[in-house]
C-alpha cells in the first residue's frame, strides 16, 4: 500500500478561494482612517440596536409580569376572604364550644364564660394589631427614602448628610424620626 498525503492545502499550496501570495510581498495594508470609521459607526449602531432590542424585550417581560401579578392579586383576595369566612366560622364554633364546656363542665356562669372567650379574642386581637403595625412600618421604604434623601430628593433631603459625607444616613434618620415623635407629630 501506498502512504497517503492529507488532503488541503499545505505549505506550498494557496489557501482556496485566497489571492496567492507573492514571494518576498510585504503584508496588505492597514485599513484607511474612513474604513475605520465605518466599522465603529457599523459596530456601534449594532450595540444600540441589541440595546433597543433589550429594553423592548425588558418592558414586554415587565408589563407581562405586572398583567400576572395582577391577576394573582385579585384571585390571592378572594381566596384570601374565603379564607377569612372559614376561619371566622371555625374559631366562632370553637369558641362556643369552649363556652358550653366552661359552663356545663367546669361550673362558670355564661356571663363568666363569654367575659373568658371575649377576653381571649380581644387578646389575639391586640397582638395581631401589633404585629400588623410592626410589619407596616416595612412598606414606608425607608432605606430607600434615605438614599434619595442623601441625593437631594424628597421630604427628608433637608436634615440627611450630604452624599459624600462618612455621616450615617440611617442615624440622621432615626434623630428626624425621634425629634417628630418627641414633638408629637408623625415622623417621616
Known sequence: MEPRTPSGPGPAEPAPGGPEPAPGSAPPP????????????????AGIGA????????????AADVSL????????????????????????????????VLSNQVGLPWWMSLAGCGL???????LALQKATDYFEHTRLKATRRQLARLGIG?????MPDPGSPASARAAG??????????????P
Do not use: C, N, Q
Not at 32 to 37: K, M, P, W
Not at 120 to 126: F, K, R, V, Y
Not at 155 to 159: A, G, N, P, T, Y
Open 30 to 45: 492597514a485599513p484607511d482612517l474612513a474604513e475605520t470609521l465605518r466599522g465603529l459607526r457599523d459596530s456601534g449602531k
Open 51 to 62: 440595546a433597543g432590542d433589550a429594553a423592548r424585550a425588558l418592558r414586554e417581560l415587565v
Open 69 to 100: 401579578a395582577r391577576s394573582a392579586a385579585g384571585r390571592s383576595a378572594v381566596f384570601a376572604g374565603v379564607a377569612v369566612m372559614f376561619g371566622v366560622s371555625a374559631w366562632l364554633l370553637l369558641m362556643t364550644a369552649l363556652i358550653v
Open 120 to 126: 381571649l379574642s380581644l387578646l389575639g386581637a391586640w
Open 155 to 159: 421630604e427628608l433631603s433637608d436634615l
Open 174 to 187: 432615626s434623630a428626624v424620626h425621634d425629634d417628630a415623635r418627641a414633638e408629637g407629630k408623625t415622623p
